[in-house]
C-alpha cells in the first residue's frame, strides 16, 4: 500500500461510524444523571487494559467499540451533578464539539500566521480586559494553573532577581524568596522547587480565621529577610484557596507589593472567574493590580481538560523570561512563518495545541453574563448546602463558606466520640462507591473533614438534599454498625 | 432560570448540530488535498477575531458556524499532503474523534482510581516495552518534548546534584553542567534555564559533518570540567535533529555516561519513533540506555496536538523529583481517592487532561506495524526527493538525508549568484502564500535553506515531484524578474 495514507478506504463508512460515536457522546452526557456518580474499573477491564501494544490494526469500528466498553463507563465522575471533590470542572457537550473541531484543524499554536493565533489572542484579550489589566499585557493558554503560576513565577525570577538568572543560574544568585500563604496550593510550591529556588525560599506566610493570608505578618516576614540579607522577590496571593475557598484581601497585597517593589501573582485557580460574576466581582478587587495572574477554564468555565491561562501585565518582562532565538524558528516577514510574536516565546511549550478554541466556543456559546450566573449559584448552593449542614444535629459545618466550598463532617446525634476522622473518611469512600455523590476529604486544622467543592453547572439544591440524607444515613449505619 | 445546567434544553435539536458539525470535520479532511496548504487570515476575518468578549450567548448554531466560517478556513495547513514546514504531525480522522470521546469523559488524570488512569498506565507500559525500558521504569504522557525534557532534566537535577536541591535551591549548589550538541533543540536549553542551571551550564558538544554528537569532544569536555571543579550531570543525546534529522551516537553517549555516572536524557521529539519501523529500527540503538526519553505523538505518531511522553528508567527517582503530600490530596485505600501512585507526582500539572485516550486509539486503529511503515515511508520521500533535487542542475542538495529532512536550495541554472539567501526564502514564501506546499526555512552553516521535513502521512511521490517542478519555475521567474 504505498502512498496510501491513514485517512479511511471509505470515508462514507467512516462518517457513519463517526455519527454512531457522536450519539454515543451525546447520549452519555444526557444521561449522566441516571447512572452512578463513580464506580470502580473491575478486574476484568483491567486485565483487557494492561494487554501489549497491538502490532496489527484492530480498525476504527473495534478501537472504538474497545473505548466506549472499557473506558467510557469508568470516568472521573465531574460530569455528574454530584460530583463536588477536588476542584473538578463538569465539561459541556459544546466543549467536546469544540474539541472535535480543535483536533479536525490540528492547528500547531506555538507559533506562525494562522487562524488558530487570532483566536488565542482574542481570548488572552478577553481575559486581559475581564481582569482589568492593560492593553499591553500579555497572555498565554496553558494545560492550567500549576503551569500558570510556573510561567508567572519564572517571569517573577527573571524580573526580580538582579542577576541574569537565564545566563548564569541561581548557583551564584542571591537567596530569593517568594512568599505564599499557608493555605497556598501546592502547586506554588512546586513552581518555586522547579525554578530551583527550593522551598526553602518559600516563605509561609500564617492565615487568619478565614484561611486569608495576614498581610501584617507578610510585611513583617519581608522586612526580616531584606534585613537578613534575603532577596524577596515574590508575594502568591490566593484567590480561592482549595481548602476552603478563602480569598486574600488582593488590595492589601498589591499595596504592599507596590511599596516593597516585589512581584505579586495571583493564584486564581478557580476563584479568579468570580470576576464574572456581578454579586461576587468585589470579592476579588485589586486582581486587577497584580503583575501576573493564574487561572483555569477548566474548572468554573467547564471548558474540557486541559485548559488554563496566564496573564502578565508587562509583555516586554513576560517575552524577556521565555524567548529565545533559533534558526529553525526564523520570523518571516510574510507567509506562514510570519505572525510575530510567537506564543512559544512566552511559555515552556512549542508545540502547542489549539486550546483556545473550547474556550472561545464556549464563551460564545453561553455569553460571560450566563457562565457568571451559573458561578454565583454554586456560591448560593454552597451556603444553601451550609444552612442545611446546620439544621441537622448529626452534622457539624467545620469551617465558615466562604464561596463555594462547604467543609463539614457527621458526628452522630450525641455530638462527636469516638474516631470521627474515619468515620467521615469512610462516609466519603461509601458515597462514591455506592456512586452517590463524590466529595472528597481534607484534612483541616487536624481534623478529617468532608469537603463538597460546588464547580458544577449540573447540581441543582435537590442534590444536596439528597448529599445531607445520605451521609447522615451512612454515618448512623456505621455508628449502629460499630455497636455491640 | 434557577438550576437549569448549560446542558442544551432540547437535546435532538443539539444531536442534529453535532451531526452537522462531524459532517464538516469529516469533509474537512476528506478534500483536504483540494484547498490550498495555507492561506493568509484576511483582515475582515483578523477584524471578526478582535472584538470584546460576548456578554451575551450566542447559542450553539452560531458559535459553531462562527468557528467554520472564521477558524477552519486558516489552518496552519499541517493536514494537507504537502505541508512539510518545522516538524508538525498530520494528524488523523480518528484522532478527532478521539478528542471528541475524551472531551465527553472530561476525565481529570491527575490521580485517583478510575478509567482513564489505567488507559494511560497502558499506554506508558507500550511505551516502556517499546524502547525496551525495564519494567519499573515510569512514565507520563505529556503536551510534547519541551515539557518532557524539562521533567526529564529535572529528574537529572535531583539525582545527580550532590545538595538536595528540592529544598535548598541551587543558590548553593555547585555548577552543574549539562552537555548537548550544537544541533540539539532549543527546547533543551529553556529547561535547562528554567530549571535555574542557567545557559551557561549548558555545554555544547560540536558535531561531525552528518550533524552528530562528537562523542570523544563529549569526553574531552566532561574531563575538563571536573578538572575545574564544575559539577557535571547530564548529556542530552538526540535522536533525530530538528535541522537535518542526524541521530547522535546513543550507543557511545550511553557508554560514556555509564562510565562518568552522569545522567542520559534523550531528546527523541520525533526520531524515536523510528523504533516502530523495522528497517530504521537499529537507527536509533542505545535508546534503550537512556536514564529518561523524551518524545512526541503528536509528530510521527500524527495524534492530534497536544501529545508526548516521558520515560524515567527509574521511577523511584522520578517520583523522588516530584512528588508533594497535600491534605487535599491524600490517597485513600478505597473508592475515588484511590489509585495510587497518581501521575501529579511525576510532573508539574495536577489537572491533567485525558490525553492517552487518543494515543491509545490511534495505535489501536492503525496498529504498529503499520504506523512504523508510515515513518519508514516518510523516509523514503525523504531520500526519493533529495535524488530528485540532485537531478536538477537548478537545485542544489544542502545536506546529507539522514531520515526525514531534505534540506536543498535553488541556485539557478549557472550555479549560485547574487543574494541566494533572500531568492530561497522567497521561493519558500511564494510556496506558501501561493498554497502550493509549506516548506521552512533554515540557516545551514550560515546559507539559507530551503527545509523539507517529512512526518506526513498523505504525502505521495507525486506531491514531491510537484514541490520540485514549483521551485524551480519559482526560482526561476524571481530570477528573470530581477533582470534588467
Given at each position: 500500500m504505498k502512498d496510501a495514507s491513514l485517512d479511511p478506504t471509505d470515508w462514507e463508512e467512516y462518517r457513519r461510524l463517526a455519527h454512531k460515536v457522536v450519539d454515543e457522546c451525546i447520549e452519555y452526557l444526557r444521561t449522566v444523571r441516571d447512572r452512578p456518580v463513580w464506580q470502580p474499573v473491575p478486574a476484568a477491564v483491567k486485565a483487557e487494559l494492561s494487554t501489549p501494544m497491538p502490532t496489527k490494526a484492530q480498525g476504527a469500528p473495534q478501537a472504538f467499540e474497545d473505548c466506549l466498553r472499557l473506558v467510557l463507563p469508568y470516568p472521573t465522575g465531574n460530569a455528574h451533578p454530584r460530583f463536588w471533590g477536588w476542584v473538578h470542572g463538569t465539561g459541556t457537550v459544546g466543549g467536546a464539539l469544540a474539541q472535535l473541531l480543535m483536533a479536525t484543524m490540528n492547528a500547531n499554536v506555538g507559533g506562525r500566521d494562522h487562524g488558530a493565533v487570532y483566536v488565542e489572542r482574542q481570548v488572552v484579550g478577553w481575559c486581559r480586559d475581564l481582569f482589568g489589566f492593560p492593553e499591553d499585557a500579555s497572555g498565554l493558554l496553558v494545560s492550567g494553573t500549576s503551569m500558570a503560576t510556573l510561567i508567572g513565577l519564572a517571569v517573577a525570577r527573571h524580573a526580580r532577581i538582579p542577576v541574569d538568572v537565564r545566563v548564569g543560574g541561581l548557583m551564584g544568585a542571591p537567596l530569593a524568596s517568594v512568599y505564599a500563604s499557608a493555605e497556598a496550593h501546592s502547586s506554588v510550591a512546586k513552581a518555586v522547587d522547579l525554578l530551583g529556588l527550593g522551598r526553602r525560599s518559600l516563605r509561609v506566610v500564617p492565615v487568619d480565621d478565614?484561611?486569608?493570608?495576614?498581610v501584617p505578618a507578610l510585611r513583617a516576614m519581608i522586612d526580616r529577610d531584606r534585613q537578613d540579607d534575603l532577596c524577596p522577590i515574590a508575594v502568591v496571593a490566593t484567590a480561592g484557596t482549595v481548602g476552603t475557598g478563602a480569598i486574600d484581601d488582593l488590595e492589601s497585597v498589591a499595596t504592599l507589593c507596590s511599596e516593597k517593589q516585589l512581584w505579586m501573582h495571583v493564584d486564581g485557580a478557580f476563584g479568579a472567574l468570580v470576576r464574572l460574576a456581578a454579586p461576587l466581582a468585589h470579592r476579588v478587587r485589586g486582581i486587577e493590580r497584580a503583575d501576573s495572574l493564574a487561572f483555569d477554564f477548566h474548572k468554573w468555565l467547564h471548558v474540557p481538560y486541559d485548559s488554563g491561562c496566564i496573564l502578565v501585565r508587562d509583555g516586554r518582562e513576560h517575552r524577556a523570561a521565555f524567548s529565545s532565538s533559533a534558526s529553525y524558528l526564523a520570523r518571516a516577514?510574510?507567509?506562514?512563518?510570519?505572525?510575530?510574536?510567537?506564543?512559544?516565546?512566552?511559555?515552556?511549550?512549542?508545540?502547542?495545541?489549539?486550546?483556545a478554541l473550547p474556550v472561545w466556543l464556549t464563551i460564545k456559546e453561553h455569553g460571560a453574563l450566563r457562565l457568571g450566573e451559573k458561578i454565583a449559584e454554586n456560591c448560593e448552593q454552597a451556603t444553601y448546602l451550609a444552612a442545611r449542614v446546620r439544621d441537622r444535629a448529626e452534622l457539624e459545618l467545620c469551617a465558615p463558606v466562604s464561596l463555594n466550598i462547604v467543609c463539614f463532617r457527621f458526628v452522630g446525634a450525641h455530638g462527636a466520640s469516638g474516631n470521627v476522622d474515619a468515620l467521615n473518611e469512610a462516609i466519603v469512600a461509601d458515597l462514591q462507591e455506592q456512586g452517590i455523590a463524590a466529595p472528597s476529604t481534607l484534612q483541616l486544622r487536624g481534623r478529617s473533614v468532608i469537603r463538597v467543592a460546588i464547580t458544577n453547572h449540573r447540581s441543582t439544591r435537590s442534590d444536596f438534599d439528597l448529599l445531607v440524607e445520605s451521609v447522615v444515613a451512612l454515618g448512623k449505619a456505621r455508628l449502629a454498625e460499630a455497636l455491640p
Open positions: 478565614e484561611g486569608r493570608m495576614d516577514q510574510r507567509g506562514l512563518a510570519g505572525g510575530d510574536p510567537w506564543f512559544c516565546d512566552l511559555g515552556v511549550e512549542l508545540s502547542r495545541s489549539f486550546r
